[in-house]
Structure formats: C-alpha cells, structure tokens
C-alpha cells in the first residue's frame, strides 16, 4: 500500500465540479487581481472567524511581513517568537531588520512557553509572534496579558490553525493580526500560494489594505511603501468552494487523530496533546519516538508509508540566523522535539483500512 502525506487529487474529486466552474467564470470575467471574487472570500473568512475584517495577501508569508510592516517594525527591534515553527515566521522578522528572539515551546504542544516570554523581553521589544503550530492554538490568554502590560503588539501565526478555537475564540482572532496560509497543505487549501491577514483594529486594516497594494492612496499617490501582496482571485475562486468544506474536513481530521490515539494507547507512541481549553484542526497528527525516530520514517517508507519531520533543526540553529548568536542549548525543548517527533499521514480522506496499515506498521517497531 501507498499513502502519502496528503492526498489532493482525493479532494479535488470531491469538488470538481463546483471547482472547474467557479474556476471559468473567473476566466471569464477576466478579473485577475483583486474584485469582487477575492472581496467575497474575504468576507466569507471574516464571517466564518466571527465577525473580523480580513484582507485576502498573496501568501501566509507576505501576510507576515505586511503585519510587521504595517505595525511600523524594522530595524533595531525585537520581535519574540518560537524557534520550533515554519521558517517562515522568523524569516520575515529578519526581513523587516529586526531581531528574532527565540523563546522555547511548551513539551505537551510544543508551541510558545509564555512563563518564559517576560525574561526575554528587553526596551527593544515590539511585539510578540506565538504560532499556533500543528492546528492547536497557543495559550493565548497568558502572551496577551504579557503583551498588553508591556506594550507589545500581538502578531498569531495561524497558517496551520483556521478554524481552531481557544476557550471558544476562533484562531487568528485574539491578538492585534492573526495570519493565515492558503499553501497547498494547509487545512484551506488553494491552488498555489495565497494567505489572509485578519484583524479588528480599522486603522490597522486600513494600513495594511494600502500597504498590500504599495502603500497606495489614492491611484498612482503613495503615502507609504508597501509591496504587492496581492491575492490572485483564481485563487480566491478556488478557496470560496472550499471554504464551507473546511470543517468537515477538520472534523475527519480529528477523527483520524482519534483512531490512532486509541491504537497507540498503551505503546510507547508518544501520542499528540491538545489542551482542554483546545479546538485543534489537526493540521499534523505528530507522534513523539523515545528512540530510533529516522530508522522508523525509514521503515515506514519502504512499507510506501509517508511521513514528515516537522522541524528538524529549531530556527536558534539556523546557519541564516548565526549572526543572532543562538546556541545548542538555548532551547532545549524544541531541540528535543526536533529529534524524537514525527508527522504522519492525517489527512481527512484517509480510509480505515489505511489508518490501521499505518498504525499497525508502527506498533510493529515500537
Ligand atoms: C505555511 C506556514 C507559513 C507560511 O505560509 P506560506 O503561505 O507558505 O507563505 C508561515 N507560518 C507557518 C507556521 C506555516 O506553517
């Protein structure tokens, strides 16, 4: 049997038809960039999150990076994060000529400690970036009372957690911009790059609306510069069809979680733990391995099994970010969880018989 990590051409069978339509009325329009097709999904997210303003970007990288620059944050700042994330994250801190400071993640979901946030908080400090990581959310309520008595901004890294909830409220929702990725193998998928930024702050949204366009005013007068963030309405055409698919999807997702948590009860599966106060999404279903993590990924694809390493090497390490004097034993969470943990297949088209092919080839080497 093969089983990759995500099955897409499953989906789209799924849709096709709804898809290929929406998709050639948007040809015939020929509005490409921004317009009404892009306008209704940003609504429709806005909605869908409860009630928030939302600004459709060309990825959830750029979405970042608009954040950033529309908070005013570049050289000379700090920005805190977690090291144990996508590249991505932290590369637009550095993009933006401020400084990355890493701060080491929780052991049960691996997304930021905020009892270790206030220690590395300095006069520099600007902001606070917690990723909501494998689709559960970071406990927000402790980073947001950190950041509101230090004055800092609150920028949610949602890419891997639409529709996730923390003691009810929806992902992306609770700091100053949460931040969403349309990339292939993101729960809310489209076809090819795309991102969101959301927020609730008007005079924010309205910056980041100019920025995404150059900074542009009025046509052809800038008052700042921004860049072209842009969202293409293909994509956007592509993402409202699947947009009332998404918790559907979600919810076999966490069904799937659900059936290998209960295969691997009682085996030395490190199985994932979402918090009570969670709505995970499960973008990754990731198991931690005391031992022998490669040989097993090893093992499992010559059985035609796909898995991933979600992230080998925490962001300290990173040869890019040498100059930020990070060292082996700054974050020694995170530098555990890069050795022992493993993604596995979750994907919601997954049938039983797969799940337990999966299951049953693990539980054979440990
Ligand atoms: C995917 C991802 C991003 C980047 O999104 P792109 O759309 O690929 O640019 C950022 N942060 C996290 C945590 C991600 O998983």
New binding site residues.
């Given amino acids: 049997m093969t089983i990759p990590m995500l099955d897409l051409k499953a989906q789209y069978q799924t849709i096709k038809a709804e898809i290929d339509s929406a998709v050639a009325k948007t040809i015939e329009s020929q509005i490409f960039i921004n317009g009404p097709v892009v306008e209704k999904l940003e609504e429709s997210i806005g909605k869908y999150l409860g009630g928030v303003k939302a600004l459709g970007v060309s ?6 990076l608009l954040a950033l620059m529309a908070m005013g944050i570049g050289e000379g700042d700090e920005v805190i994060t977690t090291p144990y ?2 590249f ?2 932290a590369g637009c801190i550095a993009r933006v000529g401020a400084r990355p400071v890493f701060v080491d993640v929780h052991t049960d979901t691996y997304n930021i400690n905020a009892d270790l946030i206030e220690k590395a908080i300095t006069p520099k400090t600007k902001a606070i970036i917690p ?1 909501h ?1 494998f689709g559960q959310t970071a406990a927000m309520d402790p980073i947001l009372a950190i950041a509101s008595k230090h004055g800092l901004r609150v920028i949610e ?1 949602g ?2 957690a639409i529709g996730a909830t923390y003691k009810g409220r929806p992902a992306c929702t609770m700091g100053d911009v949460g ?1 969403l ?3 292939p ?2 729960n809310l998928g489209g076809f090819g ?3 969101m930024v959301i927020t609730k702050d008007d005079t924010l949204y309205a910056k980041m609306k100019s920025m995404r366009n150059h900074g542009q005013g009025s046509q052809y007068h800038y008052d700042m510069v921004g860049g072209n963030f842009r969202l293409d309405a293909l994509q956007a055409a592509v993402l409202s069809v699947k947009l009332p698919y998404l918790e559907l999807w979600s919810a076999k997702r966490r069904r799937n979680a659900s059936f290998y948590n209960n295969r691997f009860a009682n085996s030395k599966v490190k199985t994932p733990v979402i918090r009570k106060e969670n709505l995970s999404i499960f ?1 990754q279903y990731v198991i931690e391995v005391e031992d022998g993590r490669d040989a097993l990924v090893q093992k499992l694809k010559e059985k035609g099994i796909a898995t991933a390493v979600y992230y080998p090497l925490p962001l300290h390490l990173q040869k890019c970010f040498e100059s930020f004097g990070g060292k082996v034993g700054d974050c020694p969470v995170a530098e555990e969880a890069a050795k022992k943990t493993l993604a596995l297949p979750i994907y919601p088209e997954l049938t039983e018989e797969q799940l337990n092919y999966i299951a049953d080839a693990i539980l054979a080497d440990k």
């Fill in positions: 990825s959830g990288t750029d979405a970042i994330t996508f991505a994250t990723v990581l890294d890419a891997q931040t990725s349309f990339f193998s993101k790059d795309g991102g973008n």
